[in-house]
T-cell receptor
Framework: DQQVKQNSPSLSVQEGRISILNCDYT??????FLWYKKYPAEGPTFLIS?????DKNEDGRFTVFLNKSAKHLSLHIVPSQPGDSAVYFC????????????FGQGTRLTINP | GAGVSQTPSNKVTEKGKYVELRCDPI?????LYWYRQSLGQGPEFLIY????????DSGLPNDRFFAVRPEGSVSTLKIQRTERGDSAVYLC???????????FGPGTRLTVL
């Protein structure tokens, strides 16, 4: 049972444009969400997070939107840069202090020059 | 400062053998986590340590898997009687406390022939 789903295995975006990565979840107990970025042969790197008490969190070029009623979140990257090419994982937990992260399958983002 | 390190980076073994995977967390981090990432999937939680004790081992798939952290720093994941289905990248993460962001190591790629 996949509790966190990223339905797009890959996404290709032109440099300078907006990248939108999507994530859906099924467990209504999830109340803290994170995005991790992963380059080949490296471990995932934390990017941005959002608590369920908010619907938006912004950090520089990265913004995460949360729609609790739809159990959906998205990561917006604008403007997209070649260094953003990586695999992006959505993750969720029951509470910010929860140690058990549940990850989606990942979306491979490619930024084309 | 130094990040999370994992050794070996690659391990090839034969079905039925015993393997040990090592994780050196970031100095001072009290919380340590093990995840497993199969091909095309996101990381899957295995076990979480707070200090020397395993606070949550609900993700360990069966009793062939065991992990220790005897001095509250380095951790070893032990797999007995390996099976081909154990082939995956084993990721370790640490955080200053259990409520903080998890920092991942580069992983150990285990291949069981």
């Amino acid at each position: 049972d996949q509790q966190v789903k990223q339905n797009s295995p890959s996404l290709s975006v032109q440099e300078g444009r907006i990248s939108i990565l999507n994530c859906d979840y099924t467990n209504s107990m999830f109340d803290y969400f994170l995005w991790y970025k992963k380059y080949p042969a490296e471990g995932p790197t934390f990017l941005i997070s959002i608590s369920s008490i908010k619907d938006k969190n912004e950090d520089g070029r990265f913004t995460v939107f949360l729609n609790k009623s739809a159990k959906h979140l998205s990561l917006h990257i604008v403007p997209s840069q070649p260094g953003d090419s990586a695999v992006y994982f959505c993750a969720a937990s029951e509470g910010q202090g929860a140690q058990k992260l549940v990850f989606g399958q990942g979306t491979r983002l490619t930024i084309n020059p | 400062g130094a990040g999370v390190s994992q050794t070996p980076s690659n391990k090839v073994t034969e079905k039925g053998k015993y393997v040990e995977l090592r994780c050196d967390p970031i100095s001072g981090h009290t919380a340590l986590y093990w995840y497993r990432q199969s091909l095309g999937q996101g990381p899957e939680f295995l076990i979480y340590f707070q200090g020397t004790g395993a606070a949550d081992d609900s993700g360990l798939p069966n009793d062939r898997f065991f992990a220790v952290r005897p001095e509250g720093s380095v951790s070893t994941l032990k797999i007995q009687r390996t099976e081909r289905g154990d082939s995956a990248v084993y990721l370790c993460a640490s955080s200053p406390t259990a409520a903080d962001t998890q920092y991942f190591g580069p992983g150990t790629r285990l291949t069981v022939l």
